[in-house]
């Protein structure tokens, strides 16, 4: 079961994708989207950078201890102890990740490794659920971090930067299992061909996660 408290902030496209995600996979998915979210509001928020790499290295830290070692208490570090275990590392690059847009400016080699970072946790996430499916969880991942990344981006040549991450990859055939994830790459690249900064705005972008949710096209 996923707790609420993981998820009750979360963006339209992430509430669909966790819908069609079986109940098995669902703890997991939520889990990798709360660290996510919980990091990006620690970069987004910083008032001095060397404050926010000191919270983003506490979240290493932690997660390089066995789960027994670890503080109670936070619904996102419990949640990762419950579900992650023994996969903290591709948690671990996320953090590294979100990092990167502390100590550089969102130059092309630093928002290809940034989105990377963010794939190579959802890479992780199949990988306890269905392993023959990493790398192409990987290449959806990558998709969905450019343009969830460039919904968020203030700048306009970031934006374009991050879409054409986005477009340099086909949206790749993921089992059931992993159909949540599918309805969050497949809602991406419909808003990078259609320069759409919104992944999942009015009736049309409904309509399409109920199609990819569906049928996986």
Not at 104 to 128: T, W, Y
Request: glycine share 8%; aromatic share 6%; charged share 25%.
């Amino acid at each position: 079961m996923t707790p609420d408290v993981l998820t009750d902030d979360f963006a339209p496209e992430k509430r669909v994708a966790l819908a069609w995600t079986p109940v098995r996979a669902r703890p997991l998915l939520a889990t990798f989207l709360g660290l996510d979210q919980r990091l990006a509001r620690i970069v987004s928020q910083a008032s001095e950078p060397m404050l926010a790499q000191l919270r983003l290295a506490w979240w290493r830290d932690e997660l390089a201890k066995p789960p027994e070692l670890r503080p109670t208490g936070d619904v996102v570090l419990d949640a990762i102890g419950a579900h992650w275990r023994g996969r903290e590392g591709s948690l671990a690059s996320l953090v590294d990740g979100w990092e990167l847009l502390l100590v550089d400016e969102l130059a092309p080699h630093v928002a290809e490794n940034f989105v990377a970072q963010r794939a190579d946790g959802l890479a992780g996430f199949a990988a306890l659920v269905e392993p023959q499916s990493e790398a192409a969880a990987r290449e959806a991942g990558i998709i969905w971090a450019a343009m969830d990344a460039s919904v968020h981006a203030s700048d306009a040549g970031e934006r374009e930067m991050l879409r054409a991450i986005a477009l340099d990859h086909g949206l790749p055939v993921l089992p059931r299992v992993l159909r949540g994830l599918h309805v969050l790459a497949g809602l991406g690249m419909r808003a990078a061909r259609r320069n759409d900064p919104a992944l999942m705005a009015g009736r049309g972008g409904a309509l399409a996660a109920l199609r990819l949710g569906f049928s996986g096209r």
